[in-house]
């Protein structure tokens, strides 16, 4: 028994000192009265033989002579607090491919595009380059309103002979089943006027930008701006005199789904090479400004 006495102050005077260690658990010991103290049983069971004894973590013991009650809870208090931590937004239990900072509609959209110019679903890209080279080809060869008016008879040849094929079947089989094309006539397509007003004051930040930068470069705002313009359109004459607007229309479209793919493969060397020709295009038209009147003057004040 002296013995029991002996670890159980021990045990008691191990718990004061980390209370008084620990501010929280300290003011925890500091509001608990005398009488709150667990008797010895809650330390050491009486069930257990002499030789056996629980030695409690320091914590919980302060805690426990603190509130028991609280100290009895807060094994589930802890674990609801662990599950609701992993659970919150931006946690350790969030998904790692998502994107906060654009919204739904921006981030689908842009991760779209992003998959689609860089191959990473081949039939679905392939099945979008290989239609716009065609319709680029075609208008290529003939006019537009030919290219627009084949395609229209195809898609209706496509659409009624189907139509007709369910029709026989629907008529054979006595089924009643349906227009076979039920489910997408349908579909709401109607344009709000919310949505509508929201895409026109989109398309006019773009304007507004457009005129501006038109504005500033044709009244020569900045005289390097509008030599730049200048030197472009000269070289552009040569261009359109070799190509038409078609025939660019479908080398864009060529480099669009073939630069990206060819970037990210040797991304290091390209930035290597681009590097050099940016600080030697900037070394060039830093000697321009320099002998220009009224640009050095402009840049010292």
């Not at 229209?152 to 009643?176: C, M, P």
Request: positive net charge; proline residues 5%; glycine residues 6%.
């Amino acid at each position: 028994m002296r013995l029991r006495a002996r670890a159980s102050a021990l045990s008691r005077r191990s718990a004061k000192a980390v209370c008084l260690s620990d501010p929280v658990l300290g003011a925890r010991r500091g509001e608990a009265t005398s009488e709150s103290q667990p008797p010895d049983y809650f330390l050491f069971p009486p069930s257990l033989p002499s030789h056996i004894a629980i030695h409690p973590s320091p914590a919980f013991a302060c805690a426990a002579m603190a509130e028991p009650s609280a100290a009895t809870q807060s094994p589930s208090v802890s674990s609801s607090s662990s599950v609701a931590e992993s659970s919150a937004p931006g946690g350790g239990g969030g998904s790692p491919g998502a994107c906060p900072a654009l919204g739904a509609k921006s981030c689908g959209s842009s991760c779209a595009v992003h998959d689609l110019i860089f191959w990473r679903d081949v039939k679905k890209t392939g099945f979008v380059f290989g239609t716009t080279l065609i319709v680029l080809l075609s208008l290529a060869a003939f006019s537009v309103i030919s290219v627009v008016s084949y395609l229209i008879l195809a898609l209706l040849s496509v659409t009624i002979s189907f139509r007709v094929y369910k029709s026989v079947i629907q008529a054979v089989q006595k089924s009643e089943e349906g227009h076979p094309f039920k489910a997408y006539l349908d579909v709401d397509i109607t344009l709000s006027s919310e949505a509508f007003h929201n895409y026109v004051n989109a398309a006019m930040v773009h304007i507004n930008r457009a005129l501006k930068l038109i504005i500033r470069l044709f009244l020569v705002e900045d005289l390097v701006d509008s030599l730049k313009l200048a030197v472009f359109m000269w070289l552009m004459t040569y261009v359109g005199a070799v190509f038409n607007g078609i025939t660019l229309l479908i080398l864009a479209e060529l480099l669009i789904f073939s630069v990206p793919v060819v970037y990210e493969k040797y991304k290091i060397q390209i930035d290597h090479y681009v590097g050099i020709v940016r600080d030697q295009t900037k070394s060039v038209v830093e000697k321009i400004q320099a002998k220009l009147p009224g640009i050095a003057k402009k840049k010292a004040e």
